[in-house]
């Protein structure tokens, strides 16, 4: 029998360590960390799903260890410790039997087996964040602060098969700061957008001769911090430092809706591969999952914890599965059953309320002393 936390349909990590699974059918949270191991210096800083079918998740850790979680046993079964480079990790992916990791100061590493030699690669200092391309998980790209976007192909990791070029100088002949916050690959080409700290919204296409972005958009005026593909691939959903979300589409490069309800920093931004379904977290402690089409705000959970990530389930119609009842509670319930069943019934009869005597009524209105009339007569 699978664990209860097979049927969480969102995992999100928090600053002070704890791996949370949200039940949305339920509305309800588990922590999977316990209150008492709870260390700062193992806040979670990245996750991805460690196989297809969504039964491991991996976890990376600010004290640079990558725990490996099981859904199915509901529990944490693998640790390792990855040394190397400076920094907090940036970005986890999974490729065949072995798992990425990138770290701020730039140092990307392929974790293999002990019979395989690990792959290194140093994609420049200042990472913000690495991401995996799901059609070519031996592709990944990076990008930072001062740091552009660069795509790299693990397999032959000399130099970066991708590299981005800076926008052209400003009205002013000034140079244009270079900080990519996040990036993602569109599924089905080879175009990646991105968001920067200075709120723009870039799109490059490395099977073009340009190097620079062919589409830009400006949102807001705060550093983007997160975005997520919508499940057309024709828009994307960017969140900021200060909590505003918009939806950007990507043919036109322009603002579609806003998605209200935020108080804090987004950090992390999620959409469902096939709903219309956004989840996203942050610093004012909230899970929330909006409806893209008509903008609603369907799930909102408060989780204590101040949040950096999450992951999202894959599975459709979750508000009408039938999660199976456990095999232990079945026969309590039986049993709970059987001893009711065995039990004498008892009638209990209403009895109705009597109207009140009359004789005592009369004898209460004897006992009020009268008023007395005050004459209107002189003396």
């Known amino acids: 029998m699978a664990s209860p936390a097979r049927w969480n349909h969102v995992w999100v990590g928090s600053e002070t360590g704890i791996l949370k699974g949200v039940n949305l059918r339920r509305r309800q949270a588990t922590n999977y960390v316990a209150a008492s191991a709870l260390r700062r210096d193992e806040a979670v800083c990245a996750m991805c799903w460690g196989d297809l079918s969504e039964s491991e998740i991996l976890v990376g850790c600010l004290d640079r260890s ?10 944490f079964t693998e640790s390792w410790q990855c040394l190397g480079g400076e920094g907090s990790f940036c970005g986890l992916a999974v490729h065949d039997s072995s798992f990425i990791t990138c770290v701020e100061s730039g140092l990307l590493k392929v974790w293999r087996n002990a019979s395989s030699e690990n792959v290194e690669v140093q994609v420049g200092p200042g990472v913000c964040r690495m991401r995996q391309n799901s059609a070519q998980p031996q592709c990944v790209g990076t990008g930072g602060k001062e740091n552009a976007l660069k795509v790299w192909d693990l397999h032959h990791p000399e130099e970066p098969i991708f590299r981005a070029k800076n926008v052209r100088n400003d009205w002013l002949n000034l140079r244009v700061p270079v900080w990519e916050c996040d990036l993602q690959f569109i599924p089905g080409s ?25 589409l830009e958009a400006t949102y807001g005026e705060y550093p983007l911090t997160a ?4 499940p057309g691939a024709d828009s994307v959903v960017v969140g900021s430092s200060h909590g505003d979300v918009a939806l950007i589409d990507l043919r036109q490069g322009q603002l579609v809706k806003c998605l209200k309800g935020f108080a804090g920093s987004v950090r992390s931004i999620q959409c469902h591969p096939t709903l219309p379904l956004v989840a996203s977290c942050g610093l004012d402690r909230f899970l929330r999952v909006h409806n893209i089409e008509d903008k609603r705000l369907i799930h909102k959970v408060y989780l204590k914890s101040r949040l950096n990530c999450l992951v999202l389930t894959s599975r459709e119609k979750w508000e009408e599965e039938e999660e199976p009842e456990p095999a232990a509670q079945a026969e309590v319930k039986e049993e709970e059953d059987e001893l009711w069943d065995g039990m004498e019934r008892v009638v209990t009869k209403t009895v109705p309320k009597r109207n009140a005597d009359p004789s005592s009524q009369e004898s209460q209105q004897r006992k009020r002393p009268k008023k007395q009339k005050r004459s209107s007569a002189g003396p």
Not at 66 to 75: A, Q, R
Not at 193 to 209: A, E, K, N
Request: net charge positive; glycine share 6%.
């Open 190 to 214: 080879e175009k990646i957008v991105t968001c920067t700290g200075h709120h723009q919204v870039r799109l490059y296409d490395p099977s073009s001769p340009q190097r620079r972005p062919v």
């Open 227 to 230: 975005l997520s593909l919508t």
């Open 66 to 75: 990558v725990k490996l979680f099981s859904t199915e046993k509901g529990k």
